[in-house]
């Protein structure tokens, strides 16, 4: 296909997206044009018969915003790639009180149904984003709408104007005219409908006082996960200490308390029973290594992130690769996070992957501290609720961190993990 065919192309798709783009803006107008007709039709020489269409007027842009935004931005993704974000307030939930009302966050109610009637009511009117898409609503019409307009209004022009419609004598003129028309139509058929992503950023984006709210109930999140994981983990070292360390030390104990009392009738076993606790001894200090290793390894405060990772792949049952752009020393909280993030995942992968080689890069760039773990098992790995990944993801947010997984099936998986800091 050569340029031309190319343009032409180019053009055709612009004209219909600038249609779509038309149509999209336009319910609001045509409620308030079909409100105006039932007034006439009703009679304009009665005042009353104006009610009917006034509570249409002010009612139908309200009825039609939301929808009317939604579809917008879902456009402006499918075209754009931009994602604009909605920012609406996320219901509570509903529960039952044991005098048997209902209570939504706003009020009590008899039954669960008026709850949350009543709740979706009460948000919806309360909820900024609900003002901010009724704004958008009324002035896209006369900004997008009328730009997207341009390049169908110019081809219905042209095709009119070609065609020799016209006044008597002036066809070669309407010819004229629709050839300029055509111009038009072609030259602003790729733009025009861009103007619906630009307004679309300017007054559908979340305002800073959503942003701000949205910021809250996310640290808020966070804080909560957070609780729950140093809950968790401080039951993880109850528990290992208690099945663990603390049982061999127990034993250690009996079997001191048995020599002791042996020793003088009979030394052979007494000295079998001190070799046995020497033994449970050092196995009890093996025991505390591995568990202070699980909590703080100390090769990651010794030395930092990119040499605790490379000590990590010697005890990994994997072939495995590790690039570092530098030491990057970092605080000792994301130090922590990211390596156990990596134990996590090369555990995952020689676990559940079935994976012979795997390719650790660590590296800073202009976001932050981006680390990428990749295996060439067989992929399929998900992020599920109550997971090691899960876990993973929850430990890097309360750092701004995320974790991206992409895992095929056939693999390879490839994890990447970013974490914001100066």
């Not at 031309?4 to 053009?11: F, K, L, P």
């Not at 931005?73 to 920012?87: D, E, H, K, M, Q």
């Not at 709740?119 to 019409?141: E, G, K, N, Y």
Request: with cysteine; net charge positive.
């Amino acid at each position: 296909m050569g340029r031309t065919g190319a343009w032409v192309v180019r053009a055709g798709v612009g004209v219909g997206r600038a249609v779509v783009a038309v149509g999209v803006c336009m319910p609001v107008p045509l409620v308030w044009a079909a409100a105006v007709g039932l007034g006439v039709w009703c009679g304009a020489e009665h005042p009353w018969s104006w009610i009917g269409p006034a509570v249409i007027v002010c009612a139908g842009p309200l009825a039609l915003a939301q929808s009317v935004c939604r579809a917008v931005r879902a456009l402006v993704a499918r075209w754009t790639g931009a994602a604009i974000p909605g920012g609406y307030r996320e219901a509570g939930p509903v529960m039952q009180l044991s005098t048997g009302y209902w209570w939504n966050g706003f009020s009590y109610e008899r039954s669960r149904r008026d709850a949350v009637m009543d709740q979706r009511m009460r948000l919806w009117w309360s909820d900024p984003a609900t003002w901010r898409d009724l704004r958008f609503a009324v002035i896209a019409p006369f900004t997008a709408g009328l730009v997207a307009a341009l390049p169908p209004a110019a081809l219905a022009v042209a095709v009119l104007g070609l065609a020799g419609v016209g006044p008597a004598g002036a066809g070669t003129a309407a010819r004229l005219t629709g050839a300029g028309a055509l111009a038009v139509a072609v030259g602003a058929a790729p733009y025009a409908w861009r103007s619906l992503h630009r307004v679309a950023v300017r007054f559908l984006g979340p305002s800073s006082a959503m942003l701000l709210a949205e910021r809250v109930d996310e640290l808020t999140s966070q804080r909560a996960d957070a609780t729950v994981a140093q809950a968790a983990e401080i039951r993880r070292i109850e528990r290992d200490l208690h099945d663990g360390a603390q049982a061999r030390l127990v034993a250690l104990g009996l079997c001191l308390a048995t020599a002791e009392a042996l020793m003088d009738r009979d030394p052979g076993q007494a000295k079998a029973l001190m070799r046995e606790a020497r033994a449970g001894a050092t196995a009890s200090l093996t025991e505390l290594r591995e568990l202070i290793r699980g909590i703080s390894p100390p090769v990651l405060s010794e030395r930092g992130l990119v040499d605790a990772v490379r000590a990590l792949a010697l005890d990994v049952p994997l072939d495995v690769a590790v690039r570092a752009d530098g030491p990057l020393r970092l605080d000792q909280p994301i130090e922590s996070a990211l390596y156990f993030g990596v134990a996590e995942l090369l555990t995952n992968a020689v676990k559940h992957a079935g994976a012979g080689r795997a390719h650790v890069c660590l590296v800073r760039d202009e976001t932050g501290i981006v680390v990428e773990v990749e295996d060439d098992g067989r992929g399929g790995a998900d992020v599920l609720p109550g997971g090691g990944l899960a876990g993973l993801r929850r430990r890097l947010a309360v750092f701004d961190g995320t974790l991206v997984v992409t895992s095929p099936h056939g693999g390879p998986t490839r994890a990447r993990m970013v974490v914001p800091c100066a």
